[in-house]
């Protein structure tokens, strides 16, 4: 189990950074062979045994049955029991963590492109001890749907199609264009932490005990690659959307596919019978 970044051995430590560089860790970033290593409570010294495919206690989440304390598995002490024992990073980390060394165009096309087409991969790489600015990201990707969406109205407007709308160019004035771009960032943002909180609920009906509100926020915001398909292909552009947010839940919660998926989509469901409850009002009246 060494420093991701300086190679460092992080065993038996009293805190979850390295010594040498500096860097925090969590112990679920880490695979480990079954019974070669302990987990220690900080507060009495308990140790537990590792009963996933990861080596890891299951539930992440639990109280200590010593001294009853809460414990979160990502935090506790790891000892090895063999004089072989291994951890073998599971999450490096992505090109957009690392957009300092990488570069932000290149990290941010990257992201874009994995989280499209391999979402799971994507979420699989992403270390939860470093920067993820998921929320810049997802504003990024807000911004490119619209540039996409305004682009092909005012494409097929050029050839003659969607005539019974209002030519785009003049609704795009300098008043408008201004207020397109202070709301666009707003309007996302709300909504990566209100679908956060939908999916929290939804989780928390479906028995996933101590999951991370900020772990489904940055589902959320991270399946913002895909808004470009949302905006041009409806259908086909939300069921992409939501298997690449049900992706991000399944492994930033460590819950199964299909609960990440029900936690995914009741919320969009929702969402969509308040939508057509919306425009039958307005189309009614």
Known sequence: MNCVRCNYLLWDLSENRCPECGLAFEVTDYDFPKKAVAFVCRACDQSYAGNDEHGLPAPRRFICTKCNAPLDVAQLRVRPLRDDAVGEPLRLGTPWEQRHRVGFVRAYLDGVARLAMQPQEYFRLSASNHNHGEIVFSVLCAYLAGAVLIGAIMLLQYGGLLTWIPDIRLLLNSRSTFMLIALVPLVQIVWNYFYGLLIQGVLAILGQQGSDYESSVRAVAFGSAVLP?????????????????????????????GQALIATMIPMLLAGNVVLIAGYAVFAS
């Open 229 to 257: 398909a949302v905006f041009l292909l409806p259908p086909v552009g939300v069921l992409w959307y939501i298997r690449v947010v049900s992706s991000g839940v399944e492994h930033l919660h460590h819950t199964s596919r």
